[in-house]
């Protein structure tokens, strides 16, 4: 069964090869890619691979720009307060409207992009493409995601994929598409955009191709980065927030969600960064549980050929919100960041006193 989207005009770019119709190329840059890759694989064995979202570019910038309103936001509201106080004892009718206008202009400026960030937090609304590859049925599945509706499920042959690579007007980098092409119009009838910046598109099809046409030990994969994680992210942000500092290649975290201290540092610096990319990775609708794919699955869940680390108890008790050591790291680092905030917030009050 195939699901088709509504029709879009997505251009499509540089054309590369499409599946079984040439020899795959080799990787251009494999050892940055491979590592790139493997830390972007979620679950990989015969019957799909699964792909983390991309966090692009656009959606780090606002993470940091609702960090920094949120630290602003504080600041000036008790500035504010203190100067519409005075205001307000000794001032006229105008200058209770200006103080009004002044509290409304500060909740606008700073206030409505934090508001927004952490009411994601709660509502969990999906927005992020998480990209499953079903290699025994030859097909592509995930989910559209629409501002006003449910997440539309789609799946898709792979066979009808043509990939091409866009080139971003006003930057360097490139991305890879997948297009579904209409034989009569010549146009894109289904889209996929792949949004990593981070990665070489050439290199990102070449692993496509030899996860879908290839034999298991041909598929490059770096163990110190390809390793599983439970299907169902959604139990534990703060285990979803490892995940982030492990795709950053820092080697915070380990496999086994153990605190390290640049891992805790960070928690205490960061975090935010961190459980908002979290957040992506937890709210993101998984084509892995949809029943269209659920019923495809043929794997007994034994003796994985791919080269890639299990689930440890440690690590699922961390999806599970069980693990007490990661909840030690984060709820002391989220604590000490609390601390500066707070603390700075009397730092400004003093002064104005």
Not at 114 to 129: C, D, I, R
Not at 146 to 159: A, S, T
Not at 163 to 180: D, I, T
Not at 317 to 333: H, P, R
Request: charged share 20%; glycine share 4%.
């Amino acid at each position: 069964m195939i699901y088709n989207p509504p029709n879009n005009t997505h251009p499509i770019g540089k054309l590369l090869s499409k599946p079984y119709e040439e020899t795959i190329p080799a990787y251009r840059e494999k050892i940055p890619s491979i590592e790139k890759l493997s830390r972007d694989v979620h679950e990989v064995n015969p019957d799909y691979l699964l792909f983390h979202p991309i966090i692009n570019s656009y959606q780090l910038v606002g993470f940091l720009m609702a960090y920094a309103f949120s630290w602003l936001f504080g600041q000036s509201f008790f500035l504010m307060t203190a100067m519409v106080m005075a205001v307000i004892k000794d001032g006229s009718i105008f200058d209770y409207f200006l103080a009004f206008f002044i509290i409304i202009l500060n909740f606008l400026m700073f206030g409505l992009l934090p508001y927004l960030a952490y009411k994601q937090f709660k509502s969990k609304k999906s927005y992020s493409n998480k990209l499953i590859l079903l290699k025994q049925t030859q097909q592509i599945a995930y989910y559209e995601h629409n501002r006003k509706q449910e997440p539309i499920f789609h799946l898709i042959n792979y066979k009808d994929i043509v990939a091409s690579v866009r080139h971003n007007k006003g930057v360097e980098f490139e991305a890879l598409n997948l297009h579904v092409i209409n034989p009569k119009t010549t146009q894109s009838i289904q889209n996929i955009n792949l949004e990593d910046m981070q990665l070489n598109p050439y290199d990102q099809w070449t692993f496509i191709r030899t996860y879908m046409e290839r034999p298991a030990d041909e598929l490059p994969l770096d163990p110190r980065y390809a390793h599983a994680c439970p299907t169902d992210i959604s139990t534990s942000l703060l285990a979803c927030a490892d995940i982030a500092q492990e795709k950053k290649n820092k080697g915070l975290t380990g496999l086994r969600h153990e605190v390290t201290i640049m891992g805790w540092l960070r928690a205490c610096t960061v975090s935010f960064l961190d459980l908002a990319e979290g957040n992506i990775y937890q709210s993101s609708a998984n084509p892995a549980l949809h029943p269209e794919v659920q019923r495809r699955l043929m794997w007994d869940g034994q003796n994985n050929p791919y080269n890639i680390l299990p689930v440890t108890p440690e690590r699922q008790a961390a999806f599970d919100n069980e693990n007490q050591t990661v909840k030690l790291k984060w709820y002391s680092g989220i604590a000490v960041n609390a601390t500066w905030f707070i603390g700075s917030i009397l730092y400004v009050m003093l002064v104005i006193a």
